[in-house]
């Protein structure tokens, strides 16, 4: 019998605390009644832990696998590494700033304000177990945990998009979710079944080798493999497969929850899913992505050519149909969904480049992994403070459409300042971190060949395209006034949205440097999974029978 | 391994020996049978007892808990069981394993039983 060691269960450390946090919460509400005050805490002090962790163990940490099913070179579970830290870092800190955002909505005159204050407990285990579903979904490669991770992170969130009871909206938001989820995953579940009927094995480095094994027709002189044209059958599995984390990052066509979750859901959630989901989702694709490259080496180019298109144009069509639709919306919530859809096209480019050039052999760290860690740090930071900002202004006016803002630069300066700088960070405008978000992910599309440049038009005719909408909500604030009341925000919100607007110049300017050698830092090792593969194809399937056997 | 061609005509021979099957049973029964229409035979079957009401009443919402409830005890008997299997190999490791798993079970339980959802007859609050 299988039993975990202490280092494996030491590195999973951020894991714990995060299970220990949702446990936490509800001992709490055991011992203190439905308090909404210490349900937060528990959630921010367990959030705060959780990061903490990531932070503290991400420093020269390798490539560490937990929970090996039949010992060493067998299946692993979980995988602890940079990446899987970094990620998990965002979740957590992210989930610390959700709760805050509670916090001060809690003080809002809304009408859903009483059932606010008791369900707290249960909205803040559904996030804290949504986040949990998150970390697990960054830091595997393994089949099962993958769709359980999905799993995880999906069932609490259609709860959470219906969290406010009885409201119309919020129940047609969770319904359209269950059922677009469901099916979602029962694709993923079928492209993972059929992964498993052909190259038997749950892991996806083992699988990425039998990909090699099956297709391998001979070596080149230097030693590298021929490979095969691929099968039909394996890509279609793989594409299948990806469609569950496509759904999470709301790629097009599995994007059509993401409008009506958004305007349904309350606009913690919103704010949410539009960055955690997206950016566990993005985690998992890379990961899985990077590995299958890893291990198929020289001829992934060939072999995983199909893949690599199907994710191309799916990118290309998502920040496409995204910037279009969100041009006739008048309700923020929906207006900034399209937003956020368009975003996760540009960071789903990347993602179609990451095939090694030559870069997994000598271990080197693709472009585009470091692309990515940068642009969902700063798209964090972004659609935080947009989202705060509406947040900020629906508590004070009951109001979420375009209209509520007009004239805000009179009726609440610095809201509408700060919300001025996320609109042009959103945009990709210098000075603001946006703009290098952008510009990294922009120069590793160039410079990974013909696809990679088609896409960097399509981005760039994109951001011009959507210049237009996010300028249309600076010229309500700034030039339509018409006499609307002045508003009053929380003063701790008004704090907040200058952080972010703080942290985004910075980023922009004077920390662009250290953002960009912070983020080769966290994904250099992506590729580095490839080392476990030290053991053949069968004995590793053979352990891994075993085992379950046992 | 098939190549994508015959890979292809085999999953559409599969679809369309699958519809033929069900439609061809269906086909068949209709050709082959008689016709005795009787209203009794358009009634609802319900363990032979006449029905009462439509079939999309709202169900006491209760009962949904009460599911939720037994759900835990029945995860946790089917991770009792296996474990009960190899304890004698897993020794002390194995012991804390399930206590800790079994506690965190325990701790979604006592958070049902203090708030009273284990109670039938429970007061509901208005919002």
């Given at each position: ?141 393994n089949l099962l945990?993958i769709i359980?991770?999905v799993e ?31 099916v979602t995953s029962a694709i993923m579940i079928y492209g993972a079944s059929l992964l498993y009927g052909q190259y038997?094995s749950l892991?996806i480095?083992?699988i990425?080798?039998?990909i ?18 691929p099968t039909v059958l394996m890509s279609v599995s793989i594409v299948a497969f990806m469609i569950g984390a496509m759904f999470k ?5 599995f ?29 998992l694709l890379?990961?899985v992505v990077?590995?299958l ?11 995983l050519?199909w893949v690599?298109?199907a994710v ?239 | ?10 999953l ?116």
């Amino acid at each position: 019998m299988w039993m975990p060691t202490g280092d494996e269960l030491s590195m999973l450390g951020p894991h714990w605390a995060l299970v220990g946090t949702i446990v936490a919460i509800l001992i709490g509400a055991i011992i203190a009644g439905r308090n909404w005050r210490v349900a937060g805490t528990i959630a921010m002090v367990g959030g705060l832990l959780t990061a903490g962790l990531c932070a503290l163990g991400w420093k020269g940490l390798g490539t560490n696998w937990a929970g090996m099913a039949g010992g060493a070179g067998g299946v692993p579970m979980l995988v602890a590494d940079q990446f899987s830290y970094f990620f998990i870092f965002l979740i957590s800190i992210f989930l610390v700033l959700i709760a805050g955002m509670w916090f001060l909505g809690q003080d809002a005159r809304l009408p859903e304000k009483l059932a606010r204050k008791r369900d707290a407990t249960e909205f803040y285990v559904l996030l804290v177990g949504s986040a949990f579903g998150m970390a697990l979904m960054v830091s595997t490669t393994n089949l099962l945990m993958i769709i359980i991770a999905v799993e995880m992170t999906s069932l609490p969130s259609y709860a959470l998009a219906g969290f406010r009871k009885k409201h119309r909206l919020a129940t047609e938001a969770s319904l359209k979710y269950i059922l677009f989820g469901a099916v979602t995953s029962a694709i993923m579940i079928y492209g993972a079944s059929l992964l498993y009927g052909q190259y038997h094995s749950l892991d996806i480095v083992v699988i990425g080798r039998a990909i090699v094994e099956q297709l391998t027709i001979g070596t080149t002189e230097a030693g590298g493999a021929i490979l095969n044209a691929p099968t039909v059958l394996m890509s279609v599995s793989i594409v299948a497969f990806m469609i569950g984390a496509m759904f999470k990052v709301s790629a097009v066509p599995f994007h059509f929850w993401c409008p009506d979750v958004f305007e349904g859901a309350s606009i913690e959630i919103t704010t949410w899913l539009s960055v955690a989901s997206k950016a566990a989702g993005l985690g998992l694709l890379l990961r899985v992505v990077a590995v299958l490259a890893a291990q198929l080496g020289d001829g992934a180019e060939q072999t995983l050519n199909w893949v690599r298109l199907a994710v191309a144009v799916m990118a290309a069509l998502t920040c496409t149909l995204g910037n279009f639709s969100a041009y006739r919306q008048t309700n923020m919530k929906r207006l900034f969904a399209f937003s956020s859809i368009a975003h996760a096209g540009y960071m789903l480019m990347a993602v179609a480049i990451i095939l090694p050039t030559g870069g997994a052999a000598s271990g080197a760290a693709h472009p585009a992994f470091s692309a990515i860690v940068l642009y969902i740090t700063v798209y964090l930071l972004m659609n935080l403070g947009v989202f705060g900002c509406i947040a900020m202004v629906y508590w004070a006016t009951g109001r979420e459409d375009i209209g509520a803002f007009n004239g805000l630069i009179r009726r609440s300066p610095v809201i509408a300042v700060m919300m001025v700088a996320f609109l042009f960070s959103l945009v990709g405008m210098p000075p603001l971190g946006g703009f290098i978000a952008k510009f990294w992910l922009l120069a590793a599309l160039f410079d990974s060949g013909p696809i990679g440049i088609l896409l960097v038009i399509v981005a760039v005719a994109n951001t011009l395209f959507s210049l237009y909408y996010y300028a249309r909500v600076a010229f309500a604030m700034c030039f339509s006034d018409d006499g609307q009341p002045a508003i009053r925000v929380p003063f701790l919100g008004q704090a907040a949205a200058t952080v972010c607007a703080l942290a985004i110049l910075l980023i922009g300017t004077l920390w662009a440097g250290n953002i960009k050698t912070f983020s080769d830092e966290r994904s250099s090792n992506l590729y580095a999974v490839t080392k476990q593969a030290e053991q053949p194809v069968e004995e590793a399937v053979k352990t891994a029978e075993l085992d379950f056997r046992e | 391994m098939p190549d994508g061609g015959s890979l292809v005509i085999g999953l559409l021979l599969f679809m369309v020996a699958g519809v033929a099957i069900a439609l061809g049973a269906l086909i068949l029964g209709r050709v082959v049978r008689r016709r005795l229409p009787h209203p009794e035979k358009d009634a609802t079957y319900e363990c032979g007892e006449p029905t009462i009401g439509t079939c999309f009443p709202q169900f006491d919402l209760r009962f949904y808990v009460v599911a939720l409830v037994f759900l835990i005890f029945d995860i946790e008997i089917a991770l009792f069981y296996p474990w009960a299997v190899v304890y004698k190999e897993g020794g002390v490791a194995a012991l804390w394993d399930m206590l800790f798993f079994f506690s965190v079970i325990v701790v979604g339980f006592l958070y049902l039983w203090r708030f009273g959802y284990l109670n039938w007859v429970r007061a509901t609050p208005k919002d």
